[in-house]
């Protein structure tokens, strides 16, 4: 089955860190922006961060700058996402997203695919 | 960075039309992409590309935009409608991404 799997989630304390992965099935991963968003309990959608296929860009919202990091093994068809100095506020379930393919020359920038979710909560 | 203003609920009588609306000045420039999400599921991509239906999404479902406005229309809503649409584009740089607030959408 074609698919994303998040792990890694759990409950941490404030100032703590945390990696999550996601792992891609039956899919050529390679070829794909993938993407970390994220949903607070009871709130709506915030992308969080996206990699290029070869990981030579990577770009973050402006709430995690300098505290995750994503990353991504195309060998094991793994993304990353290395969070720390976590805050309260980041409790979140963290989806994985793919970008979808271009289609005739043009990208259309659509999260096509998505994962479960894994859940982080970060709480003394 | 920039936003994108949907409102919060809708309701739809079964089998009428809803409109659902996002405003944002990035969507002059990009496409916009809409997903669906129930309860404790994750999203669904149901239109991309402004008014492109991915396979296996029912015909129900169209997109269209006019300017800083991306529009979701469900024509003949059903049951199964019931969710929450968040609206998705890039931001005015194009850097990165930004999702709508979401509009909860009630079928009575």
């Known amino acids: 089955e074609v698919q994303l799997v998040e792990s890694g989630g759990g409950l941490v304390q404030p100032g703590g860190s945390l990696r999550l992965s996601c792992t891609a099935s039956r899919f050529s991963f390679s070829r794909h922006w993938m993407n970390w968003v994220r949903q607070a309990p009871g709130k709506g959608l915030e992308w969080v961060a996206n990699?290029?296929?070869?990981?030579?860009?990577?770009y973050y919202v402006d709430s995690v700058k300098g505290r995750f990091t994503i990353s991504r093994d195309n060998a094991k068809n793994s993304l990353y996402l290395q969070m720390k100095s976590l805050r309260a506020e980041d409790t979140a379930v963290y989806y994985c997203?793919?970008?979808?393919?271009?289609?005739?020359?043009?990208?259309?920038?659509?999260?096509?695919?998505w994962g479960q979710g894994t859940m982080v909560t970060v709480s003394s | 960075s920039s936003e994108l203003t949907q409102d919060p609920a809708v309701s739809v009588a079964l089998g009428q039309t809803v409109r659902i609306t996002c405003q944002g000045d990035s969507l002059g420039s990009y496409y916009a992409s809409w997903y669906q999400q129930k309860p404790g599921q994750a999203p669904l991509l149901v239109i991309y590309?402004?008014?492109k239906r991915p396979s296996g999404i029912p015909d129900r479902f169209s997109g269209s935009s006019s300017g800083n406005t991306a529009s979701l229309t469900i024509t003949g809503a059903q049951a199964e409608d019931e969710a929450d649409y968040y609206c998705n584009s890039r931001d005015t740089t194009g850097n990165y991404y930004v999702f709508g607030s979401g509009t909860k959408v009630t079928v009575l």
């Open positions: 997203a793919r970008i979808g393919d271009c289609t005739g020359g043009t990208c259309f920038d659509a999260f096509d695919m």
């Open positions: 590309g402004t008014n």
């Open positions: 990699i290029r296929q070869d990981g030579s860009e990577k």
